[in-house]
């Protein structure tokens, strides 16, 4: 889910602050399809276990490039992460492998694990979005480093408070 509000806009420029550079906003989104997931995947994020993740890739929308920047929301839509893409990959759902399962940080961080959890995801996600699950299905797969956090930026967000 993307967000634009108040506070996401006060994070991100408390992280353009932190960096000494003015750079455009990035999208805001939550992991997951519940609150309780994004919950649990962006604290993930911010303990620094999760530094990958993966989509259903859909023809005609955005590929997410190296180098862009994303703000991660808890399930209460509040901005928790600052996230910079490093690789970004389109394969088929079965190629997708054990080394970025494990960055994924997700279970035990084993590629049946992943294959397990992802694949009910995506049959979900699809029903909804109107796409359906095969093993032939593009994902979008891409790797991410932590640049900031809420903990990180504390300093910065009392100060334009």
């Known amino acids: 889910m993307k967000q634009t509000s108040t506070t996401v806009k006060k994070f991100w420029q408390a992280y353009c602050q932190s960096i000494g550079r003015q750079l455009p906003q990035p999208d805001a989104w939550s992991f997951g ?15 620094s276990k999760k530094t990958a993740t993966t989509s259903a890739f859909i023809e005609g929308e955005a590929v997410t490039q190296v180098g862009d920047y994303d703000i991660i929301l808890n399930g209460d839509n509040q901005p928790v992460a600052i996230i910079q893409n490093v690789v970004s990959e389109i394969m088929p759902y079965q190629q997708v492998s054990a080394e970025h399962a494990y960055h994924e940080g997700e279970g035990d961080r ?27 299905l593009l994902m979008s797969c891409e790797v991410f480093e932590l640049r900031a956090t809420q903990a990180s930026l504390a300093d910065n967000l009392e100060a334009n408070e």
């Open 110 to 136: 084993t590629l049946a694990y992943w294959r397990r959890v992802h694949e009910a995801f995506f049959r979900e996600e699809g029903a909804q979005d109107h796409y359906q699950f095969s093993n032939q």
């Open 33 to 47: 399809m519940t609150t309780s997931m994004a919950n649990e995947l962006a604290d993930l994020v911010v303990k």
